[in-house]
């Protein structure tokens, strides 16, 4: 299958009548399901070029920041940041954080943690979001890695040209944004400050959805945690949502086909998700998240560790918080540090 196709493409037909059996079964067919997301990119990804932008004492310890890229398919370079503890001994657990549709990498590793003015490239369009939250974790001792998504910011054209593009040859965006993720895992399984077995993963909006598909098809990936992002079910979606909201990274060519949210969920227990799905949420209805929960929560009952499957659905809309973020360091501290 080309590398940039559907993201699964068996959960239809991978049905038996012993629940654990179909989720193994599952689980075998994501890895098989799509070449390009399925292999690591292990060459790519080991040819970053990384350089150490200093030390910079903030709050409560200091960090380490560097300025990393790798070169990625269709000639394009993936920029990111990687921030660590400076004093730090050991390998520490890691996570990816991945901004959303207005923001990119320099967000994500502010000096200041809280919520802070922005303005999104290219426009004079000022809205107000949580920043500095990966460097946060970083302070908490973890290693984080920062991208800038391919479609968004500086990394143009966007997402909607792309995949205009893509599309009429056989791949989506989609499947391109997952294949730079997994090279972020790969190259942090290279790195001697990161426990390569306690990788996790964090995103709000555009990178909650990115998150959540990444995780599917890569179990390198220990936990991961989406804030938002319209995960849920896409059914719901088209029948209780706005249509408009998403753009078209987020539409997956032929994926109510094999299956929807919650059946690709409940093909990974046990491994640990957790769902940040604010009640107001416009780009995931509450219909979506009940689906969701029905269908995955099952299944990590009887894989028997409902606790691994965690879903908080506070008031309010689609946005981080400090209390998304307090939610993904606890569930982080629960699945990659707990020994």
Request: hydrophobic share 35%.
């Amino acid at each position: 299958m080309n590398a940039h196709g559907s993201l699964r493409n068996s959960y239809a037909h991978c049905r038996t009548s012993n629940p654990g059996e179909r989720c193994r079964r599952a689980e075998g067919r994501v890895q098989s399901a799509n070449e390009g997301l399925r292999r690591p990119a292990q060459n790519s990804a080991g040819t970053a070029r990384c350089q150490t932008d200093g030390t910079q004492q903030q709050g409560r310890g200091r960090s380490i920041i560097e300025d990393v890229s790798w070169p990625s398919v269709d000639g394009e370079t993936v920029p990111a940041f990687l921030v660590r503890p400076a004093h730090a001994t050991g390998p520490l657990p890691a996570v990816i954080c991945l901004h959303g549709t207005s923001t990119n990498r320099e967000v994500n590793i502010a000096p200041k943690f809280g919520y802070s003015e922005w303005t999104r490239w290219g426009t004079d369009k000022k809205s107000t979001t949580l920043a500095g939250w990966a460097r946060e974790l970083s302070r908490r001792g973890y290693v984080t890695l920062s991208i800038t998504q391919r479609g968004l910011d500086n990394r143009q054209p966007d997402t909607e040209a792309r995949d205009k593009a893509l599309l009429v040859q056989g791949r989506n965006v989609m499947g391109a944004i997952i294949y730079e993720i997994r090279q972020a895992v790969t190259y942090l399984r290279q790195r001697p400050e990161v426990n390569a077995a306690k990788i996790g993963m964090t995103g709000i909006s555009f990178g909650g959805i990115t998150t959540f598909y990444t995780w599917l098809v890569d179990d390198r990936i220990a936990a991961a945690a989406p804030i938002c992002g319209g995960v849920g079910s896409v059914k719901e979606f088209i029948d209780h949502g706005s249509r408009g909201y998403h753009g078209i990274y987020w539409w997956v060519p032929d994926l109510l086909t094999k299956g929807d949210h919650g059946d690709f969920a409940a093909a990974m227990a046990p491994r640990p998700l957790m769902l940040w799905a604010p009640r107001n949420d416009i780009g995931m209805p509450n219909e979506g998240v009940d689906r969701f929960l029905d269908v995955a929560g099952p299944a990590y009952k009887r894989a028997g560790v409902p606790e691994h499957l965690v879903v908080h659905r506070p008031p309010g809309e689609h946005a981080m918080t400090i209390e998304s973020f307090e939610a993904v360091f606890q569930f982080f501290e629960r699945f990659l540090k707990a020994k």
